[in-house]
C-alpha cells in the first residue's frame, strides 16, 4: 500500500515522503479500515517537529490521528457484519507508531466509529480531535441550557463546532475573533454575539450580554494569554475548559484572585479524557451528524501525495477549516 511516513523529526520537506509499505496485519479486536481521507491537525504537525523527541525510537511512523474510510477486514472478536461499515476514526497514532496517512489502517475496532449515511468521508473525517475536544469542554462540566457561554477564537476548529454544540444545547454564546471574517464564521456557526478577543470593547460586549453577572462557562483555546482578560468576565463558581496554551505556555496563575472567584479550570485534551467522555463524546457527535446538525468547514483536499504541502498549510495557518488528504 502507499503511505506516508517520516523516518526523523524535523520540518515537512525534509523528513516527510510517501512509500510503498505492506497492508497492515488485522489482530484480534481489530478493524482494517481502507482509508478515503485523512485529516491534518496541529498535534500532528507538532509531533513530526519533534514534540515527542522519543517518538521513533521503535522505527518510523506514519502520521496523522483523524480519518474517514470503509471496514475491508476484521479480526477475531469483531462481529464480520462491521465489514463494508462506513466509519470515522480518532485517534489512531496515539501510543500508535502507525496513523491514517496510508491507504490502509489496522486499529482497535473501538476507534472505528460508525460514520452515519447523512455525513460525507470529507466531513467525517474532521470529527475526532476538534469535534470530541468541542465537546468535551462545552460539557464536561454540566448542561450549558440557559447559559452564557464564552467561546475564544470561534472560528477555530475547536471553537467552530463548540459554538454549534452549545446553541443546539439551549446556551447564550458569545464568541470572540480577531479580523471580520473570523467574526463571520462564528455568526455562521450560530453565535449570538461576537466580539474582540481581549480589550475594553470585549469587556463593555460581554458584560452588557450577560447583565453585568459575567458568563457561566468558557471554552478557551488560549489560556495563558487570555486569562488576565477572563478573570474579568466570568461570575463567581464559573467554569474554564481549556484545550491549548500556546503563545504562554507556562502561565502564571493569580491564585487569590482565582480563588476568590470560586473558579473551576479544567484541561482538555482528547487523548487523556476518560473512555466514559470519549463514548459520550461519540454518542452525541453521530447523534448530531445523523440529524445533520453540524456545519463543517473543508479549507484544502490535497492528495496524498501532496502530504508536505498539507503540513505546511497546517503550519503556516490563516484559514478556516481542515485540511484533508484525499487517499482513495
Not at 471554552?219 to 491549548?244: C, K, M, Q, W
Not at 479544567?266 to 440529524?291: D, F, G
Request: hydrophobic residues 40%; proline residues 4%; aromatic residues 6%.
Amino acid at each position: 500500500m502507499k503511505a506516508a511516513i517520516y523516518k526523523s523529526l524535523g520540518q515537512a520537506d525534509q523528513v516527510l515522503e510517501v512509500v510503498e509499505i505492506a497492508k497492515p496485519a488485522v489482530n484480534h479486536g481489530e478493524v482494517l479500515v481502507k482509508i478515503k481521507y485523512s485529516t491534518v491537525n496541529p498535534s500532528d504537525v507538532k509531533k513530526r517537529n519533534g514534540a515527542f523527541p522519543d517518538l521513533l525510537d521503535d522505527g518510523f511512523i506514519i502520521p496523522h490521528s483523524d480519518a474517514s474510510g470503509i471496514i475491508e477486514a476484521v479480526g477475531h472478536g469483531v462481529p464480520a457484519s462491521r465489514i463494508g461499515e462506513r466509519v470515522w476514526l480518532y485517534q489512531a497514532q496515539y501510543l500508535r507508531r502507525f496513523g491514517t496517512a496510508a491507504e490502509y489502517i489496522s486499529v482497535p475496532a473501538n476507534l472505528a466509529v460508525h460514520l452515519p449515511d447523512l455525513a460525507g468521508f470529507a466531513e467525517g473525517s474532521c470529527m475526532g480531535i476538534p469535534a470530541m475536544t468541542a465537546h468535551r469542554c462545552t460539557f464536561s462540566d454540566g448542561s450549558v441550557d440557559g447559559k452564557k457561554v464564552l467561546i475564544t477564537g470561534g472560528a477555530g476548529r475547536v471553537g467552530y463546532y463548540a459554538i454549534q454544540m452549545a446553541k443546539h444545547a439551549g446556551a447564550t454564546v458569545i464568541a470572540t475573533a480577531g479580523s471580520l471574517e473570523a467574526e463571520e464564521h462564528c455568526y455562521t456557526a450560530g453565535a449570538d454575539i461576537v466580539c474582540p478577543h481581549q480589550g475594553i470593547e470585549a469587556t463593555s460586549i460581554i458584560m452588557d450580554q450577560t447583565q453585568g453577572h459575567g458568563v457561566d462557562r468558557v471554552i478557551d483555546g488560549e489560556f495563558g494569554a487570555n486569562l488576565p482578560h477572563l478573570l474579568e468576565i466570568v461570575r463567581t463558581g464559573a467554569t474554564i475548559a481549556t484545550y491549548s496554551s500556546m503563545q504562554v505556555t507556562n502561565p502564571v496563575i493569580p491564585f487569590k484572585q482565582m480563588l476568590f472567584l470560586d473558579l473551576s479550570i479544567r484541561m482538555v485534551l482528547v487523548y487523556a479524557m476518560p473512555e466514559s467522555a470519549k463514548l459520550e463524546a461519540i454518542t452525541a457527535i453521530n447523534n448530531y451528524l445523523r440529524q445533520g446538525q453540524l456545519q463543517h468547514r473543508i479549507a484544502h483536499r490535497l492528495s496524498l501525495d501532496d502530504i508536505i504541502r498539507s503540513h505546511q498549510l497546517v503550519e503556516r495557518g490563516g484559514f478556516y477549516g481542515a485540511a484533508v488528504l484525499d487517499v482513495g
